[in-house]
């Protein structure tokens, strides 16, 4: 009698058990493996995020650009006279080494001979000359800064050649929701294995508990993500309020989006380095030579006819470029001052977090929910396989 009573209390369990196992793999299989596994095109696996990269990262930069960031607006608050101040003190020690090697290269006994009280004069001008271009080239920058940042291809390329980072967003944003998918797998199986133990006292057809696994698999997938996301607004039953799982954590999730996006994705080195070598590179290189030509032309002063007269026009406008295509080339070296001014400036985790504070409900399950909607049905598939293979199981092992 006792062995009977246990033999249909494994029933709950084993059914508790494929539940959790299905959701529990069914999230490992989103982010896992991050490369493709297997025999390609159809013979393996790749997590889903991985595999979705692009898709994934697009749909993040969409929210982002549509809801969440105005990035000319954001720009503006980088101030031209502190990025001038900032960098005043190692473009005048660059100018100075670059003018002495250009005009020593051209006409070294000229510059010998130029008295030191003169050299130190155009040295001071060079300085005056520097604050003013560096806020001439921000405040292009400024207007410009749709065509110079491209943040959508930003964004999508620090994911695509970063899949992992794309996982810790998900994981860092999602991390109960997906704990939550296992644990409700164990007590829906639980609960589904009650009524199978139910019928299967008074009703054994060999079929039911492979069908009934497979029902669980199912059912239990099926039921957790329709717990994240719905509903979408706060209902009332009876005196308890329920709302989508995910949806109730806004304020939490909001701070964990803001801290990877500005934090790893947005931070200034990246975005420095999307302006300096990004496709618009060649035309912030232009506003900086365009700037830089005409400080180096006013260096002169009123001497810069005679200058030209002594040098000769086409020399002289050689030497000019010299001099600037060489300030060019060595200014990205500096720039690494300015990170920490940008990322006090730019602020974006205080505005990428309050702008999510702010979606409604229906905007802001967008953050979670695509990774779910892509391929969904593969991962509920394989959840309810899985369990009608361990309903087979159940009925060899043990009521065989």
Not at 54 to 67: G, Q, R, Y
Not at 142 to 157: A, C, E, K, P, Y
Not at 252 to 277: C, D, H, T, W
Request: net charge negative.
């Amino acid at each position: 009698m006792l062995s009977t009573v246990l033999m249909y209390l494994i029933i709950p369990v084993t059914s508790g058990v494929i539940g959790w196992g299905t959701n529990v793999l069914a999230i490992k299989m989103m982010f896992k493996p991050i490369d493709f596994v297997g025999v390609p095109p159809f013979l393996g696996w790749q997590g889903i995020i991985p595999a979705r990269a692009s898709k994934m990262a697009a749909i993040c930069v969409d929210l982002m650009t549509a809801k969440l960031l105005d990035i000319e607006q954001v720009v503006q608050r980088i101030e031209p006279e502190r990025v001038g101040a900032e960098l005043q003190p190692l473009l005048e020690q660059m100018t100075r080494e670059i003018l002495d090697d250009v005009i020593q290269t051209h006409y070294p006994r000229l510059w010998d001979n130029v008295p030191l009280r003169v050299k130190e004069q155009t040295y001071a001008r060079i300085e005056k000359e520097i604050p003013t271009v560096v806020e001439k080239i921000v405040h292009d920058i400024h207007t410009n800064v749709h065509d110079l940042l491209d943040v959508r291809s930003m964004v999508i390329d620090a994911f695509v050649q970063n899949r992992e980072l794309l996982n810790e967003l998900f994981m860092r944003c999602g991390h109960k929701e997906f704990e939550f998918v296992g644990r409700s797998g164990l007590w829906f199986g639980l609960l589904f294995g009650l009524l199978q133990m139910a019928v299967w006292i008074f009703f054994k057809p060999w079929w039911l508990l492979p069908l009934a696994g497979l029902l669980v698999g199912y059912a239990t997938n099926w039921l957790a993500l329709k717990m994240i996301f719905e509903p979408q607004e706060p209902q009332k039953i009876g005196p308890w309020s329920w709302q989508g799982l995910f949806l109730k954590r806004q304020d939490e999730v909001a701070k964990e989006y803001a801290a990877v996006f500005a934090g790893q994705v947005l931070k200034p080195e990246n975005i420095m380095a999307s302006l300096l070598r990004g496709p618009a590179s060649d035309l912030l290189f232009t506003i900086v030579q365009k700037h830089l030509s005409e400080a180096v032309d006013s260096v002169p002063g009123r001497s810069k006819t005679l200058l030209k007269w002594v040098v000769g026009n086409e020399k002289y406008e050689t030497m000019k470029m010299a001099v600037v295509n060489r300030i060019v080339v060595q200014l990205p070296s500096s720039i690494s001052t300015l990170y920490e001014y940008t990322e006090e400036a730019l602020d974006l985790e205080t505005t990428l977090r309050d702008n999510l504070q702010q979606l409604s409900s229906s905007e802001f399950e967008q953050i979670l929910r695509p990774i779910f909607q892509e391929d969904e049905w593969i991962l509920i598939l394989v959840g309810a396989v899985l369990g009608a293979l361990a309903g087979f199981a159940q009925l060899v092992l043990v009521f065989s």
